[in-house]
């Protein structure tokens, strides 16, 4: 079945640094690609996407670029600031003939930024 | 825009009682999903629905029901509350186009003493 599987957190980053969120996926088919945010005590929300090979979303600065050869959909930030501190969750829809799917997310990977 | 309305935001119960969170969305999905989430285990997929009348188990169905008679409304039903259905609960709506995103509510964050 189809998985998603993320870089284990807590990631803790001083203010300014670079960050990278590992993201790799298993489906079938040629899937979409989602990057959710949940900041404390909310609901989770679209950060970013992308919906064919090669290519990259982005939102608020950070970026991820849809990599069907390595089966992977890495999130980026170059500079992370204080309010960047929440949950990042991947996840994948898959389409199929005759209708489309749940989606599947990862495990999510905890971001803390220190000022 | 309400989006996906979860009511209540916060529960407590006793074991072996019984309850329903209510889950609506004025955005005519035709989908809609119920998660757990849980300190180390992500989200994880309880039942979810494709449309009126069709509702389907995820990962984690045991201890809960759903029906699904409207496409506004998901409710999912305990039956009889246990310690370790203690967790937060999400609801979710997305339509059937396969590369469009899921909207979700605030959750309800559920305590069985």
């Known amino acids: 079945g189809d998985s998603v599987t993320q870089m284990e957190g807590p990631v803790t980053l001083s203010e300014e640094a670079f960050l990278t969120i590992n993201c790799t996926y298993t489906?079938?088919?040629?899937?979409?690609l989602f990057w959710y945010v949940q900041y404390p005590g909310e609901g989770l929300q679209l950060l970013l996407k992308?919906?064919?090979?090669?290519d990259k979303g982005s939102n608020k600065g950070f970026e991820a670029t849809y990599r069907k050869e390595t089966t992977s959909f890495h999130l980026e930030k170059g500079s992370v600031q204080v309010s960047d501190s929440a949950v990042y969750f991947c996840?994948?829809?898959?389409?199929?003939?005759?209708?489309?799917?749940?989606?599947?997310f990862g495990r999510g990977t905890s971001l803390i930024v220190h000022p | 825009n309400a989006g996906v309305t979860q009511t209540p935001k916060f529960q407590v119960l006793k074991t072996g009682q019984s309850m329903t969170l209510q889950c609506a969305q004025d955005?005519?999905?035709?989908?809609m999903s119920w998660y757990r989430q849980d300190p180390g285990m992500g989200l994880r997929l309880i039942h979810y629905?494709?449309?009126?009348?069709?509702?389907d188990q995820g990962e984690v169905p045991n201890g809960y029901n759903v029906s699904r008679s409207t496409t506004e409304d998901f409710p999912l039903r305990l039956l009889s509350a246990a310690p370790s259905q203690t967790s937060v609960y999400f609801c979710?709506?997305?339509?059937?186009?396969?590369?469009?995103?899921?909207?979700f509510g605030q959750g309800t964050r559920l305590t069985v003493v």
């Open positions: 979710a709506s997305s339509t059937q186009i396969w590369n469009t995103e899921a909207f």
């Open positions: 489906a079938t088919g040629y899937p979409s």
């Open positions: 992308a919906t064919k090979a090669d």
């Open positions: 996840a994948l829809r898959r389409g199929a003939s005759g209708g489309s799917y749940i989606p599947t």
């Open positions: 955005m005519n999905h035709e989908y």
């Open positions: 629905s494709v449309g009126a009348g069709i509702t």
